[in-house]
């Protein structure tokens, strides 16, 4: 279990690092080329992509769930059942989302135009991102049944490779006046050439032989899936939300040219969610896995230990972009994206390290099937998000914005804290006594460390800001071995890297 848990969780946390060395080089040439209207235009456009994603009702949770649990039985058939099924009902979804962006391209691109632009230019851009989503819809039937299988490495590897010749060939070929609709065709075309190698490789032996067959379509098992999802899509729904509409609120009430001026420090910290979500991932099915197994104390057990390390490492990633985010951009983007960034910074690192202090509650009550909670707070939560950011723009700007998203975060989840330990079977004191006390020495020796490389060093080069990084990591690992793990789990780590060094 531990061996395909850390391949599946290394291969997702390397795709990640991959994204973040991507996302440095490229933010800057991309806001060179697109100009501040196209690059807060291409972040608006994302954000509805993502409500869009939203209209598969949530069902790839289900699936990649639905795949661990008959995989676990050995049960065969129903796994064709849930692959045939789901990916009908994707192709449905795709072919109806496709159309609804495509009419938009070719009614309404004027809209989207700004003065003195092409309208043409804007109609092939949505007429791209159409065809895109044709095919992507029905990918995700074969990517959730390699997430079910933990075939995580197989996914990760196309990804990357996908993601590093899309940026190459954006670099060579890009210019002002070809960049928008240059970035939507490389998006479009690599997901595509991604979403169809999964469902190849999905089809062989190695990988669990699935394919689409006509004869294991059933809509009661489509309904069974969707009777699951449900919960998973209110909950994705008030995710986009919260995660999504900060953009569109600033884009419509300040304008797309200013939606950078917060996209870009959100992008940065949006990389602390992407690490509690990337080394989260994998336990889900994994989870899903053992309560098949009545395995409950080895849950409770992986729980507490893999969300102290988790949280550590969130925790750890926030109080560094609060110390070099400000002067960091200064450098990466420049110093006119910098103005309130320490006051933006410190509120979107709340707004996405507080949930993470919790990384696993979301993938073990789905495992369990018992993540109604998500479906009855979140929306709450999403709303209260949205109504606050659309109010308080209006006289702070985007300041306003992240403190609207940040308020609903901080009354959501000491209830999903409370909700996750009952059904652990632990009280929330005895969470917060295993494992979030045991990180306050780690972490207060980094922010001394942070706070002298700030102000007393000052942080004016990208070689300081290795130095930072480094001297960082260093002491937090340092902290974080003498006082956070307990002597087994020192044990447990050294036999690992024993037994990988051949020293046993």
Known sequence: MFRVLLVSTGSNLLLMLVKLVLTFIMTPIMVRYLGNYDYGLWEMVMAVIGY???????????????????????????????????????????????????????????????????????????????????????GHAAESFLEGFQKYYVKNNITMVNSIVGAIVFIIYATPENALLLLAALNALGLIIKYVLFTIMLARPAFGAIRFYRSSWSLEKLGELLKFSFKSFIQGIATNIESATDNLVIGGFLGPAVVPFYSIPQNLTRYIQALGWTLSHAFMP?????????????????????????????????????????????????????????????????????????????RYLTAIDKHGVFAKLMPVSAAANLGLSILLVQDYGILGVAVGSLIPVL??????????????????????????????????????????????????????????????????????????????????????????????
Request: aromatic share 12%; hydrophobic share 55%.
């Open 52 to 138: 869009m994603g939203m209209l598969n009702l949530g069902i790839s949770p289900a699936i990649s769930r639905f795949a661990a649990k008959y995989r676990a039985e050995g049960d065969l058939e129903n796994l064709h059942r849930v692959f045939a099924s789901s990916f009908v009902f994707l192709i449905a979804v795709g072919v109806v989302v496709s159309c609804l962006l495509a009419g938009w391209g070719l009614l309404f691109s004027e809209i989207m135009t700004p003065d003195g632009g092409n309208p043409i230019v804007y109609k092939y851009f949505m007429l791209i991102l159409a065809g895109q989503l044709l095919i992507m819809f029905p």
């Open 286 to 362: 994994m989870f899903s896995d053992l309560n098949a197994r009545f395995k409950q104390d080895e849950i409770r057990s992986l729980y507490l230990v893999a969300s102290k390390v988790v949280a550590g490492l969130v925790a750890s990633m926030g109080l560094g972009m609060l110390g070099i985010g400000t002067p960091f951009l200064a450098l990466w983007v420049g110093p006119e994206y910098t103005e309130q960034s320490d006051q933006i910074i410190l509120l979107l690192v709340l707004f996405t390290a507080i949930p993470m202090l919790n990384p696993f509650s979301s």
């Open 411 to 504: 009354f959501l989840q000491p209830v999903i804290l409370m909700h996750s330990c009952r059904h652990l079977g632990i009280s929330p004191g005895h969470y917060l006594l295993e494992s979030l006390l045991p990180l306050m020495f780690p972490l207060l020796a980094m922010s001394g460390v942070l706070g002298v490389m700030r102000f007393l060093v000052v942080i004016d080069s990208y070689w300081v800001v290795v130095t930072t990084v480094a001297l960082a990591v260093l002491v937090y690992g340092v902290f974080f071995w003498i006082f956070s793990l307990k002597a087994d789990e020192k044990r447990f780590v050294m036999n690992k890297i024993r037994k990988r060094t051949g020293k046993v």
